[in-house]
Nanobody, 116 residues
Framework: QVQLVESGGGLVQPGGSLRLSCAASGFSFRYADLSWYRQAPGKERELVATVFSTPELVNYADSVKDRFIISRDNAKNTVTLEMNSLKPEDTAVYYC?????????WGKGTLVTVSS
């Protein structure tokens, strides 16, 4: 079955960097679009970035454009989110997501806290 497992969250100071990874299994990874979402306390879950099955094609939320980089490794079935110049408002639980055969699949999330 589809499994998505996030890792790499933690506490970081404003202006710092963090790298999140999502290990995927149970589906044909190279043909799937993969996304990172986040949900801050008291807020709705929002789309952060997507890397499409065409690896050069990516999309970012305006709030993270020019600071975050999403990438994929089809050989390792992983998707990575490089987060730079982090701000306190980036604090959230970050989720890996994909859609397969019409079904939405989510990881359990990893917490990122940006605070001094």
């Amino acid at each position: 079955q589809v499994q998505l497992v996030e890792s790499g969250g933690g506490l970081v100071q404003p202006g710092g960097s963090l790298r999140l990874s999502c290990a995927a299994s149970g589906f044909s990874f190279r043909y799937a679009d993969l996304s990172w979402y986040r949900q801050a306390p008291g807020k709705e879950r929002e789309l952060v970035a997507t890397v499409f099955s065409t690896p050069e094609l990516v999309n970012y939320a305006d709030s993270v454009k020019d600071r975050f980089i999403i990438s994929r490794d089809n050989a390792k079935n992983t998707v990575t989110l490089e987060m730079n110049s982090l701000k306190p408002e980036d604090t959230a639980v970050y989720y890996c997501h994909t859609i397969r055969l019409g079904g939405h699949y989510w990881g359990k999330g990893t917490l990122v806290t940006v605070s001094s």
